[in-house]
């Protein structure tokens, strides 16, 4: 048990459709980072969040975006769900933007169909 | 750009052990990480190196060379828990990058 919690844990979507996933972080994390990992794939950077500003984005169209709370809580928003949109999607908290080892502590995940 | 390449599978015999090796080229390096992940779970932590050699963790080690861009974990006594997949990753200044990742079957 990391402490990160995950929002929903599946989710079947159609093709152009919009999704929302949420993510609760570790208690007294400040730093979220969200991450695709397709099938038999390693997780793929998509962008973190700290203070609730994004401070780095990987290789990922507009179309993805997110948000940070006040409470450190975050959202992955994907509009447009395109086929290669379905993954498994990884939250990951730290203590302030990686702490002293950088450490993650990741979610469980939602795992998103697009039909 | 980041390129870090492990094998894709491995088995091994319970009780024994098993050499898994990552290498990498990357923009920047603030450290390697060696992540253990069940099938449909979250990744878990195993073990971090930033300086060159080896840090042992119980039935893991891990081992680092900077200059050589290479790593290797080093699971000892393995058992049946241990079938896994296990990802290697590299941090830079803010994020991690992975590897595909090994899959590590035992078998008895």
């Known amino acids: 048990e990391t402490g990160v919690t995950q929002s929903p844990t599946h989710l079947i979507k159609t093709r152009g459709q919009q999704v929302t996933l949420r993510c609760s972080s570790q208690?007294?994390?400040?730093?979220v980072s969200w991450y695709q990992q397709a099938l038999g794939q390693g997780p793929q950077f998509i962008f973190q969040?700290?203070?609730?500003?994004?401070?780095g984005r990987g290789n990922f169209p507009p179309r993805f975006s997110g948000l940070q709370f006040p409470n450190y809580s975050s959202e992955l928003n994907v509009n447009a769900l395109e086929l290669d949109d379905s993954a498994l999607y990884l939250c990951?908290?730290?203590?302030?933007?990686?702490?002293?080892?950088?450490?993650?502590?990741f979610g469980e995940g939602s795992r998103l169909t697009v039909l | 750009g980041q390129n870090i390449d492990q094998p894709t599978e491995m088995t091994a015999t319970e009780g024994a052990i098993v050499q898994i090796n990552c290498t990498y080229q990357?923009?920047?390096?603030?450290?390697l990480f060696w992540y253990q992940q069940h099938a449909g779970e979250a990744p878990t932590f195993l073990s971090y190196?930033?300086?060159?050699g080896l840090e042992e963790k119980g039935r893991f080690s891990s081992f680092l060379s900077r200059s050589k861009g290479y790593s290797y974990l080093l699971l000892k006594e393995l058992q049946m828990k241990d079938s896994a997949s296990y990802l290697c990753?590299?941090?830079?200044?803010?994020?991690?990058?992975f590897g595909a990742g090994t899959t590590v079957t035992v078998r008895a």
């Open positions: 990951a908290s730290s203590p302030v933007a990686g702490g002293t080892t950088g450490e993650l502590f």
């Open positions: 208690s007294g994390h400040n730093t």
């Open positions: 969040y700290y203070r609730e500003e994004e401070n």
């Open positions: 990357t923009s920047g390096f603030n450290g």
């Open positions: 190196n930033v300086l060159d």
């Open positions: 990753a590299v941090r830079d200044d803010y994020k991690l990058s």
